[in-house]
């Protein structure tokens, strides 16, 4: 959600760009009655109009102002489709301009080609611009959407949704290849005094602190989350409970020997571990987690501090 003064620069950038952008279509239109003024003022008119042609041009002229006025409208996003179509349509209207003139009044053909065909060069050029820069937009807002989605908004790891989708992968696989995987949940211990001590900004750099940690130690094809609040999860395909939990030994011990520097104080804090591991009577992964969960109470149960596990 955005703050306060988000909203006003972003409101007032709006604002901005919308009075541009009607600035820019007004233009059109004064110029459009100023060379119709200019044209009856100068030019004589022919003796014999085709109507039809004439109706025509005006369709597309009304049509293609439209594209002016609904492009500038929504001028809001910062890909440059809005500008670049906007300005294409409008080179686009002033050929189609001429054109519709040359249909009532009397014109040097050559002038009228090379005018409008100039104008609609210009015009589509623009336009294969910002589709362009539509189409490569778009394309980064899908990268930042699905970024947006899968990951947790604080940590930059993985969410729970996303997650459990990896699990749920993983599950189908050790089924297929009766080949097993383990889990491991995290809780980060007395966390709520070290927000009360230190505060939540403190707490929320501890929990990016130890998400990078976790993320730098681990294989590639091993997931870490943000399972929600102070606890993490570790998914770690195609790993036995025996090398899982010195997996989590290890990562206790490395959290257990660091600490995070705040000004000039240095915070220390430990983790809790628990460990489950896939079975072949599992009919789900809530069998998984249930069981890790319950090693992760028996690891607090004990101390803290600790890695517990659970293999049935």
């Not at 306060?4 to 110029?31: A, Q």
Request: charge should be positive; aromatic fraction near 14%.
């Amino acid at each position: 959600m955005r703050g306060v003064n988000e909203d006003v620069f972003y409101n007032r950038n709006l604002k901005n760009i919308n009075e541009k952008s009607f600035k820019i279509f007004s233009i059109v239109i004064y110029s459009s009655f100023i060379f119709i003024f200019i044209n009856f003022s100068f030019y004589t008119t022919k003796s014999s109009i085709n109507y039809f042609q004439l109706f025509a041009n005006a369709i597309l002229l009304l049509t293609t102002l439209y594209l002016i006025f609904i492009t500038q409208k929504h001028s809001t996003n910062k890909s440059g489709f809005y500008y670049y179509t906007s300005i294409g349509f409008s080179f686009a209207y002033y050929g189609l301009f001429v054109i519709a003139l040359d249909t009532i009044f009397v014109y040097p053909k050559e002038v009228v080609n090379i005018s409008s065909k100039l104008l609609f060069v210009c015009g589509y050029s623009l336009l294969a611009i910002g589709v362009t820069k539509w189409i490569r937009y778009n394309e980064n807002r899908q990268d930042e959407l699905s970024y947006q989605a899968n990951t947790d908004e604080l940590t930059g790891i993985l969410n729970r949704r996303s997650f459990t989708r990896y699990l749920e992968h993983a599950f189908k696989n050790a089924k297929i290849r009766s080949e097993p995987f383990s889990l491991i949940i995290i809780d980060i211990d007395f966390f709520k005094d070290i927000n009360d001590t230190y505060g939540h900004m403190v707490g929320d750099e501890i929990l990016k602190s130890l998400s990078q940690l976790m993320e730098s130690s681990f294989r590639t094809s091993d997931k870490v989350c943000r399972w929600g609040g102070e606890e993490f999860a570790i998914l770690l395909p195609s790993t036995g409970m025996n090398n899982a939990k010195n997996v989590a030994e290890k990562i206790r011990n490395k959290v257990e020997n660091c600490s995070y520097q705040v000004k000039e104080k240095s915070i220390s804090y430990t983790i809790s571990l628990g460990v489950s591991e896939s079975l072949v009577i599992d009919e789900n992964i809530d069998k998984i987690i249930n069981r890790a969960d319950k090693a992760l109470y028996k690891a607090k149960d004990s101390g803290r501090n600790c890695v517990k596990a659970i293999r049935t």
